[in-house]
């Protein structure tokens, strides 16, 4: 199956490519992220059709987007399985494939943590599996251990399937720069997985800075605040989201914060619209502004949303409409 049928925005042709950290991949500022591609879990987006989520990686293929960002919990192995699928159908070039470890479960569904050695080689097997790859190109933690002998224990791990060739290079999600500093004292780290958006920019005063002076690559997640700023998440829909969809606890989607984020939205959409832009691609270029941000993780449900969001690849701001975007309402 090939997204093929509908005519292609124009972006493929002008999408540069950035060095990752201390890498040798170079990935495209847009990556897609296949966290939706789960279905339901305990931290899902509701029901997912596998059908509309292989269109929507096939169609971000085709548009030049050369990395897919996944994790081994995100539907418990269920966002692999899709993705491999995906690529088992895509005639192109393979793009990267990054996965995470460290969350894990068990036969009733429920999900743990655990970096300690035995686990993170079990998950790696299993990922390489699911992936149907002989090599994962970055694998990552996806959260320290609230223990810090055993995030450790689990970085070092890490770096012990570098050496023995199961992936490529090894990365982080979610760490401090304390715990960043702890764990490049074992093995250079290539990339920081952190969230940020207009709405989150607390890492923009450490944590952003640290990664660009060490030659960390910095892949954001979240740069549409989980479709809080695509412009299509109305109060009625915010109402009517499913029970099993994790935004109904997310306190942005809640007031007081819901009608700030809301008014943000529409200057989103006021500036895009003089580009041609949507209110989602103006939040997105609004991350890949800071020279600390090698690449963003988009996540799209079907191929039309990926059509409305892969032209922040290319889409500047000036500083006056950074300026603009970041007013007070």
Known sequence: MRANDVRLPKVTAAMNTRKLGNSDLTITPVGFGAWAAGGPWQFGWGEQSDYDSVAAIHRALELGINW??????????HSEEVVARALREWA????????????VWNEKGEVGYSLRAESIRRECE????RLSANVIDLYQIHWPADD????????????ELQKEGKVRWIGVCNFSVQELQKVKEIA????LQPPYSVIRRDI??????FCERENIGAIVYSPMASGLLTGAMTRERVANLPADDWRRKNPEFQEPKFSK?????????ALGARHGKSPGEVAIAWTLRNPAVTGAIVGARNAKQVDGIVGAAIFRLTPDEIKEIEASP
């Open 204 to 209: 923009e005063k450490d944590l952003l800075p």
């Open 188 to 191: 250079p780290v290539t990339s």
């Open 92 to 103: 192109g070039k393979r793009p990267y494939v990054f996965t995470k470890c460290g969350m």
């Open 68 to 77: 897919i960002d996944t994790a081994a919990v995100y539907g418990l192995g």
């Open 148 to 159: 810090r002998a055993e995030t450790l224990e689990g970085w070092a791990t890490m770096s």
């Open 126 to 129: 299993a990922s390489l599996r």
């Open 261 to 269: 984020n809301l008014a943000l939205v529409e200057r989103l959409r």
